[in-house]
């Protein structure tokens, strides 16, 4: 089992920038390909970005290519993922969750197995 939690939401103007963090525990000795998907109120989740259990291998939505930067450090027991995230805009306001399968990276949600509860990010105009 794998245990993510999510860290670094808020509140922040457009145009500012804020960086997420997603912290996996439990197993991760394996080989994860982590990714953030993100899902407004009425609307359908949403990929955001990946990033490979190498770190080599990234993948970004369209919305957030050149603004939004994923990253990952590897630790002995623990994984950590970030989403550095500039020029926001309104519409980048969604709850982020971050997730993770084995494998290589995927940009569809039903591939992941492991999830977070996710960290509300709201981008003021």
């Known amino acids: 089992q794998v245990q993510l939690v999510e860290s670094g939401g808020g509140l922040v103007q457009a145009g500012g920038s804020l960086t997420l963090a997603c912290t996996a525990s439990?197993?991760?000795?394996?080989?994860?390909?982590m990714a953030w998907f993100r899902q407004a109120p009425g609307k359908e989740r949403e990929f955001v970005a990946a990033i490979s259990a190498s770190g080599a291998d990234t993948h970004y939505a369209d919305s957030v290519k050149g603004r939004f930067t994923i990253s990952r450090d590897d630790a002995e027991n623990t994984v950590t993922v970030y989403l550095q995230m500039n020029n926001l805009k309104p519409e980048d306001t969604a709850v982020y969750h971050c997730?993770?399968?084995?494998?290589?990276?995927?940009?569809?949600?039903?591939?992941?197995?492991?999830w977070g509860q996710g960290a509300q990010l709201t981008v003021a105009s």
């Open positions: 997730a993770a399968r084995r494998g290589v990276v995927s940009s569809w949600f039903y591939e992941y197995v492991y």
């Open positions: 439990g197993r991760t000795s394996g080989v994860y390909a």
